[in-house]
Each structure stands twice: as C-alpha cells, then as structure tokens.
Nanobody, 117 residues
Framework: VQLQASGGGLVQPGGSLRLSCAAS????????MGWYRQAPGKQRELVAG???????NYADSVKGRFAISRDNAKNTVSLQMNSLKPEDTAVYYC????????????WGQGTQVTVSS
C-alpha cells in the first residue's frame, strides 16, 4: 500500500490549502484515514480523522477551520484547510489504519505546509 500526499505549499495567514492523499491497493474503503502533522521540535499529532464509515474527528486547534473528507471510489482523502495560522506550519502526513481484525498502519511521505507572510 502506498499513500501519496500532495497539495502542500506556502500560504499567507488567513489563506487556504487543500491537501489530498491518494492510496493504492484495495484496502482504502476498509481503512480509517487520518491527517497528522509534525512541526519542528514537536511530536506528531492527529489533525483530523475519518473512519471507514465516514465519522470525523478533529483536533481542538483546527475545529471550524479544517474539514476532512474521503472518496472511496477514487481512493482519496482530502483535508481542506481554511483560515490558516502560522502555528499550522508543519509537515502533514496521511495515515491509513485498521485497528480490528486484520490490522494495518500505513503512512504517506508527508507534505510541507508553511503559513507565513
């Protein structure tokens, strides 16, 4: 399984970016998907998650600004990021996991998001 993240870049505070993650293989629809981020000197943290059934959850710091979605027909998960702040600057990683039955945990390569004027 490969996860290919894209869409990162440099944006001014208050701007928007949309990250996408394309998954190869046949496990996507069975996977809980998540976007994580890691800023320099900090631990990786969950930003947003969406279960195989479509339930979503968000870190408090991004609630109301970010939205995660998935398209099982296209094997993609997206993260719409609005009202970006400098503290959102980090490398963002896509994750696919299943924690019951046959389990797996896959990571994408990361995409840099920089919020700066």
């Amino acid at each position: 399984v490969q996860l290919q993240a894209s869409g990162g870049g440099l944006v001014q505070p208050g701007g928007s970016l949309r990250l996408s993650c394309a998954a190869s293989g046949s496990i996507f629809s069975f996977s809980d998907m998540g976007w994580y981020r890691q800023a320099p000197g900090k631990q990786r943290e969950l930003v947003a998650g969406i279960t195989s059934g479509g339930s979503t959850n968000y870190a408090d710091s991004v609630k109301g600004r970010f939205a995660i979605s998935r398209d099982n027909a296209k094997n993609t998960v997206s993260l719409q990021m609005n009202s970006l702040k400098p503290e959102d600057t980090a490398v963002y990683y896509c994750n696919a996991r299943k924690n019951t039955g046959i389990r797996w945990n896959y990571w994408g390569q990361g995409t840099q998001v920089t919020v700066s004027s």
